[in-house]
């Protein structure tokens, strides 16, 4: 308390019940305080998570990527061989739009 003042507790308290009462208060803290802590073993569990995660990323990029490269070059097959019924030699939207109507 400010200036001195005791508290209602302290002033009508015996000094041992004072320092029971600090103490339990001071066990409460440290009981707070162990909760929010992580331990160790919390540590390492989101360790591993996070590092699974990023291992999948990596997966499904590749993935991705070879799935994307298919399908483009499926599409300029398809492509090509519409400029080639064209008669022509670049491939152009109107070739693409036709290819892609022709095929579904």
Do not use: C
Not at 21 to 37: M, N
Not at 61 to 82: D, P, S, W
């Amino acid at each position: 308390m400010p200036f001195g003042r005791k508290s209602p507790l302290e002033a009508l308290a015996l000094p041992g019940v004072i320092l029971a009462y600090k103490y339990s208060q001071f066990r409460q803290r440290r009981r707070e305080a162990a909760s929010r802590r992580v331990t160790e073993r919390e540590l390492s569990a989101l360790h591993h998570k996070i590092v699974s995660q990023i291992y999948i990323q990596w997966i499904v990029a590749i993935y991705l990527t070879g799935i994307l490269e298919y399908l483009i070059a499926k599409i300029l097959q398809l492509v090509g061989n519409a400029s080639k019924d064209l008669k022509t030699k670049r491939i152009t939207p109107r070739h693409l739009e036709v290819a892609i109507r022709a095929d579904s």
